[in-house]
């Protein structure tokens, strides 16, 4: 098998249970539970920002401005996949527009994340269907290669490993190994309803309770001076 030039065509995928139970939790949320390392670099952004993106790995690593291996993942990725485009976070290409957005929405695909441009931001905008990406441009790709498909990539600073689980919202993205899962969605999901109860507690006037404020402050030795 040549390394820089192959295709996996199969891999294993967590269990839709498992992608389920991130679905509604801020990815902030899940962050938070995660060591607070998790995410992509904050340059990747979601075109649309009320598209949340949900979904399992199915990874590309192609050349600077290259969309041949993007498109082949087009017709081989799965219902629910993600398809994560890896392209060296190069700004002089545009991967992708309009219509393979709407051809991967049609095939069932979860969306599309790539560390390069796009083109058709309006379009994109305006999609129900969830776009990341580091930049737009109307400048189009190559469709050379080579490329490899379903193999760990670099991704933004996270590697991405095929069958990872995929999650982003207007905050950004942040990749979750399915092994660690579970107990990830369970932690965040209890994060989620203590930050709504804190919040609900400010808006109606309750308050927020805050003593951990003041024990830091001692532990860390501030001296207060009137």
């Keep these: 098998m040549a390394v820089g030039c192959r295709i996996r065509r199969n891999f294993e995928r967590p269990a839709k249970e498992l992608v389920e139970a991130f679905r509604g939790i801020p990815v902030a949320n899940i962050d938070d539970n995660m060591g607070r390392i998790a995410a992509v670099d904050q340059s990747i952004f979601p075109l649309n920002p009320d598209a949340r993106i949900l979904g399992t790995a199915f990874t590309v690593n192609a050349p600077a401005g290259d969309n041949l291996l993007f498109h082949a993942a087009l017709d081989m990725a799965e219902p629910g996949d993600v398809i994560v485009l890896a392209n060296k976070g190069s700004l002089s290409r545009?991967?992708?527009?309009?219509?393979?957005?709407?051809?991967?929405?049609?095939?069932?695909?979860?969306?599309?994340?790539?560390?390069?441009?796009?083109?058709?931001?309006?379009?994109?905008?305006?999609?129900?269907?969830?776009?990341?990406?580091?930049?737009?441009?109307?400048?189009?790709?190559?469709?050379?290669?080579?490329?490899?498909?379903?193999?760990?990539?670099?991704?933004?600073?996270?590697?991405?490993?095929?069958?990872?689980?995929?999650?982003?919202?207007?905050?950004?993205?942040?990749?979750?190994?399915?092994?660690?899962?579970?107990e990830i969605a369970e932690k965040a999901k209890a994060t989620n309803i203590s930050e709504e109860g804190q919040l609900n507690g400010i808006l109606t006037g309750k308050g927020w309770p805050r003593p951990w404020v003041q024990d830091k402050l001692k532990e860390v030795g501030f001296e207060f001076v009137d």
């Design 94 to 182: 545009s991967l992708c527009g309009e219509i393979m957005s709407n051809y991967a929405k049609s095939r069932g695909l979860a969306g599309i994340i790539i560390d390069g441009c796009v083109r058709d931001s309006r379009g994109l905008r305006t999609m129900d269907f969830p776009v990341y990406a580091k930049g737009v441009t109307p400048n189009g790709p190559y469709k050379n290669g080579p490329g490899e498909m379903n193999f760990p990539v670099s991704f933004a600073g996270i590697v991405i490993n095929p069958g990872d689980i995929i999650v982003g919202d207007s905050d950004g993205l942040l990749v979750i190994d399915p092994k660690y899962a579970a």
